[in-house]
């Protein structure tokens, strides 16, 4: 069984992690509302002060955060600590509009890490490991987050970023990696360059990947884990938080451990911003209640997901929360239906098509139109051209069956579909052009 970073705080009690979370949350408050000129003004308009938050069971008096917000108080409004007590900046992939900069004081930064080595370690990683990092190295706060992590748990590291894969592969074969860091799109593409290369998973050393940064289905995981010949784990984060270490998964493998003593996280209806019991699916919202310089109480991360307090056979007592398959603004909204491309990743890869594909939607006549380019086999494309239609054929009903509505599949031929080295791009939504 792996080991666990801070068994004091991964297995607190219930009752001990609230308490935890109250005190921090009261100083939290206070610091915020004495420091941030703009919330103290959500907050004086809401009517809440400090006092009114006596422990995590007022939380929800407070205002909301949104990225509206941070794009509105950019670069500074929010900053809750001078400018010469920061030591970093990290800002976000920029998935959906404009980036956002958060600021990190040292203490923040060691806490961010510390949050990364609980990860790595609840991946079986120790100091005998060699951890090679190829997340993107830079603003983007996937790389800094694990390296720092793999530094902390002291594993070899290979700061490696993205990018120049075959050169990923000589290093994973010559150094003998035994943990992966990077997008499970990267993964899969890294899978794919081994194979290409001639490679079995039997070469190489890699017990463990730890992907995240996007959404990618079960389907996915395994797939990912068959090529690598691995255990593929789960991690999650925002810039806006940090970065990725808010969350990871433990051996069980069915979510994703909150590191709570950091971050608050609540559900809410992200129409009425109502909080909803654990167990149902909604907007995940987040306070920080440790950080120093860039501090976001109830911030909305638009990301849809479960949480759940059921026990856990890793022995953590940490809340769970499911993988986000997709936030809210991912969803496609095509003839009135609601589309996550994780749906179509799902039917993909159940039918026996790897995970490259580009979803395209467009409006014509007054109908929206739903196209999706999937990549064949190298075995697939030898197929005569009945049976590649046939194909499309059967792959467009099984998405019918899943999404409600009739897509038009297009059969493309093997890796004539980009590769991403980061955060895919699955979706070109030509209706947004026109607008
Ligand atoms: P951007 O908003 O520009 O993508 P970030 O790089 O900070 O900025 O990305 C954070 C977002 O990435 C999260 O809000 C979430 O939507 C997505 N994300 C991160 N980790 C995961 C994960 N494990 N599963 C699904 N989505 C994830
Ligand atoms: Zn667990």
């Known amino acids: 069984m792996a080991k666990i970073w801070n068994e004091e705080i991964e297995c607190m009690s219930l009752e001990d992690m609230k308490k935890l979370q109250s005190e921090r949350l009261v100083k939290q408050v206070k610091h915020v509302y004495e420091n941030v000129p703009y919330y103290k003004d959500l907050m004086d308009k809401k009517g809440v002060k400090p006092e009114d938050i006596q422990s995590v069971d007022d939380l929800h008096k407070l205002p909301f955060l949104t990225k509206a917000d941070l794009r509105d108080a950019y670069p500074y409004g929010l900053l809750a600590k001078p400018l010469s007590e920061c030591v970093r900046i990290q800002s976000t992939s920029g998935t959906t509009g404009k980036r956002v900069v958060a600021f990190y004081t040292q203490n923040d930064i060691d806490l961010w890490e510390d949050c990364c080595a609980r990860a790595i370690t609840a991946v079986g990683g120790t100091e005998e490991d060699v951890c090679q990092v190829c ?23 290979l700061p490696m970023s993205s990018g120049n894969t075959e050169r990923q592969i000589q290093f994973m074969c010559d150094l003998e990696s035994t943990i992966l860091c990077c997008t499970p799109s990267y993964a899969a593409y890294i899978g794919e360059t081994l194979h290409d290369m001639g490679y079995t998973p039997d070469d190489i050393k890699l017990k463990a990947g730890i992907f995240g940064a996007e959404p990618w289905t079960e389907e996915m995981r395994r797939s990912i884990e068959k090529s690598l010949g691995i255990k593929a784990y789960d991690i999650y984060g925002l810039t806006e938080t940090s970065g990725p270490g808010v969350s990871f998964e433990c051996e069980e493998q069915t979510g994703m451990h909150i590191n709570e003593d950091h971050f608050i996280p609540e559900i809410i209806d992200p129409e009425t911003g109502e909080v909803l019991p654990d167990g149902t699916v909604g907007e995940l919202v987040f306070t920080s209640i440790t950080k120093e310089a860039f501090p976001l109480l109830r911030y909305r991360t638009r990301d849809l997901c479960v949480l759940s307090r059921k026990k856990c056979s890793c022995g953590r007592t940490l809340i769970k929360m499911s993988k986000p398959m997709g936030r809210s603004d991912d969803m496609l909204i095509i003839r009135g239906v609601n589309v996550f491309p994780s749906q179509i990743e799902t039917v993909l890869i159940e039918q026996g098509y790897t995970p490259n594909y580009l979803i395209e939607v467009d409006r014509k006549n007054n109908t929206d139109t739903l196209d999706v380019n999937v990549e064949m086999t190298a075995e697939q494309s030898a197929e005569d051209a009945a049976a590649i239609q046939e194909r499309e054929k059967q792959l467009a009903v099984a998405m019918k069956t899943m999404l409600g509505i009739n897509p038009k599949v297009h059969l493309v031929a093997p890796k004539s579909i980009t590769r991403s080295e980061g955060k895919a791009v699955r979706v070109i939504d030509k209706r947004k052009l026109h607008d």
């Open 135 to 157: 997340y993107g190295y830079g603003l983007f706060t996937g790389g800094p987050g694990l390296n720092g992590g793999s530094h902390k748990v002291g594993c070899l590291t």
